[in-house]
Nanobody, 124 residues
Framework: QVQLVESGGGLVQAGGSLRLSCAASGQTFRTDTMGWFRQSPGKKRPFVAAITWSDANTYYSDSAKGRFTISRDNAKNTVDLQMNSLKPEDTAVYYC?????????????????WGQGTQVTVSS
């Protein structure tokens, strides 16, 4: 089992920045990829970014590319998402997830563990 706890959400004005953090515990050595997803009310949970524990390969959604940066700290078992130039449409609950797959999956169904989510609100 793997436990994930997100932190760092909040309210920010458009153009501002936030840094989300995900702390992983438990059998993290069995997972290979960590991802961030987000969900707005009544909508699906689209992929935002992902990174592999082993070699820090990263992948971003088109909406995140150039504005968000994902990073990991193997010693602390944490994965961060630095979000810059935030827009009102970035408003959502952001979820951290862990996958056994090393192929950097981008669909929620391919992730095995999830955190409880952290709210990000961007005001215009």
């Amino acid at each position: 089992q793997v436990q994930l706890v997100e932190s760092g959400g909040g309210l920010v004005q458009a153009g501002g920045s936030l840094r989300l953090s995900c702390a992983a515990s438990g059998q993290t050595f069995r997972t290979d990829t960590m991802g961030w997803f987000r969900q707005s009310p009544g909508k699906k949970r689209p992929f935002v970014a992902a990174i592999t524990w082993s070699d820090a390969n990263t992948y971003y959604s088109d909406s995140a590319k150039g504005r968000f940066t994902i990073s990991r700290d193997n010693a602390k078992n944490t994965v961060d998402l630095q979000m810059n130039s935030l827009k009102p449409e970035d408003t959502a609950v952001y979820y951290c997830a862990a996958s056994y797959s090393g192929a950097i999956p981008t669909t929620a169904d391919d992730y095995d563990y999830w955190g409880q989510g952290t709210q990000v609100t961007v005001s215009s």
